[in-house]
């Protein structure tokens, strides 16, 4: 998938993000992200191209005999999402994924209670991620509400891309694996949720009630649909954010002249 960003504007630095609860940090993170093309985030605790930096205020840590030097959570996921990949999410076993980190069981099960949390636990986190980007523009300041809730979730997803290079590999499992699909329902319904509830703040609508939910239906659907878009590629490119803005633009500015025609309660 190609697509071009160099004829979009990118929200963080027009005055479609300069709202209160962005930061020029967060802005510029996001500038930096999706204007440069085929950028991939560099992973933590590296430099420029991908090098490791030493902090030289570190105390060297005395290696173990036979235990591998990487056994945290970020390597053992790494490895089971190449396993799940290889050899199908079924058929790979906690004992195969200890094995393969050079870690016990209980390391595994230290920070993950089952398996299906191995893949769903970095996506209920952005999905909770979602819920404070919207607590933090909850209050009025003026601009649509759906225009908030576009950058919030464009927003989300830049950052989940740069806390992990591998979301998108997981997403692909939990889109593709029918194991994990039977899940899904229930996760989505728990984003769609988010958007509903601060729709319904924003507006005074009732939060169960036909708008926020048809809302929050409406925009969840597009988000995975641009995901799916994705899915052929092996890595996200800087196109996908922008892609994402402009998938989202057209419809929240139809749901928010729906919102307007619904005029706000109490």
């Avoid at 999905?127 to 908030?148: E, F, I, K, N, W």
């Avoid at 830049?158 to 590999?169: F, G, K, T």
């Avoid at 939060?207 to 052929?232: C, K, T, Y």
């Avoid at 996200?236 to 998938?247: F, H, K, N, Q, W």
Wanted: include cysteine.
């Amino acid at each position: 998938m190609v697509v071009s960003s160099s004829s979009w504007v990118s929200p963080w630095t027009s005055p479609l993000g300069t709202g209160p609860g962005r930061s020029h940090r967060a802005r510029r993170r996001l500038l930096l992200w999706y204007s440069v093309p085929q950028r991939t985030p560099p992973c933590p605790g590296t430099g420029v191209g991908g090098e490791e930096q030493m902090d030289p205020t570190a105390t060297p840590r005395r290696r173990s005999p036979g235990r591998p030097a990487a056994s945290s959570r970020e390597h053992i996921e790494g490895v089971a999402i190449r396993l799940f990949r290889e050899h199908g999410y079924a058929a790979t076993t906690i004992p195969m994924i200890a094995s393969a980190a050079g870690v016990s069981r209980t390391s595994v099960f230290r920070y993950w209670g089952t398996k299906p949390e191995i893949v769903w636990g970095a996506f209920d986190h952005h999905t909770r991620r979602l819920a404070r980007l919207l607590d933090d523009s909850a209050v009025d300041d003026g601009r649509p509400t759906m225009r908030v809730v576009r950058e919030c979730v464009v927003e989300n997803l830049a950052l989940s891309i740069e806390d992990s290079d591998q979301w998108m590999e997981r997403f692909a499992l939990l889109d593709t694996s029918p194991e994990l699909r039977s899940e899904g329902s229930a996760h989505w319904l728990r984003w769609a949720a988010v958007v509903a509830a601060f729709v319904s703040r924003r507006h005074g609508v009732p939060e169960d009630g036909v708008v926020a939910q048809s809302i929050g239906a409406a925009v969840q659907a597009a988000f995975l649909a641009v995901l799916r878009s994705w899915l052929p590629e092996p890595r996200p490119s800087a196109a996908l954010l922008p892609e994402l803005d402009r998938a989202l633009a057209p419809l929240c500015d139809a749901l928010e002249a729906w919102l307007a025609g619904t005029g706000r309660e109490g």
